[in-house]
């Protein structure tokens, strides 16, 4: 288990993004990109290329249950086939954890992309979490392009299975676990608050609220396939003084590093 304890990052993949990072990530100062080398060295990659993970996080619940935040990249048939570096991992990563599906009682999808939503089916089509409801805000849902492959991957087979749940707004999932609403990269993006108890600081799964450690670096820095950018730069800062107020440790999908305090440093204490 993690060094956290209750929160399990699992690396589903790992590879080069289809475009360079200041592509990606227009405006940004020099000053902004050298501070996020250092932040995140593993994101540079040669020629200016963004090297990123695709991660998921598993939160322990009672009884030896699990909830599942994000599903990766998926499959080589899955819908993110056509720019992820599928397939991904994530079976292995879990088992590697001592998770099997059949413990996951519950996967949150932050978001409806490609590469979040890739493990919600098998090579097979069935689902890969048999027994789990799959929670994502209802706007997210009604926002999603009736042509988006991820409609016909996962949000039909799993309304027709009775294993979507959508929900609106800030919604306890269970007890000390909450979803809060953080559109922009999306309309219906949400993130996950981690409420671990016990003297162990809190833990935000963020999603791609922020994406590359540039947008550590300078949270105003918007990413280039962001739905509403000056939403979600507002979302990002205000998610970021919420992080630093309450003491938590943030979680990230597509740093090289998976957990992260929000001024950037390593919550274990090294560099």
Partial sequence: MDAHGQVVALRDATGMFFESA???????EDAAWARAAA????SVGP???WRLDFRCFAVARPGGRWVLVDAGVGPANGPAAGWAPVPGRLPAALAEAGIAPGDVETVVLTHLHEDHAGWTSG?????FFPGARYVVQRLEVESLDPADPVRDWAVTPLRAAGRLHEVDGEHRLAPGLTLLPTPGHT???QSLWVEQGGGVRDVLVTGDVLVHAVQLAD????YSHERDRATARSVREALLVRAVERGAVLTTAHLTRPFMEPDGQDPRGSA
């Fill in 22 to 28: 200041r592509t990606a990530f227009p405006g940004a």
């Fill in 39 to 42: 932040l995140d060295p593993g």
């Fill in 47 to 49: 020629g200016g290329a």
């Fill in 123 to 127: 090579p097979d089509g069935e689902p």
């Fill in 187 to 189: 309309p219906g993006h």
């Fill in 219 to 222: 949270p105003s820095v918007p």
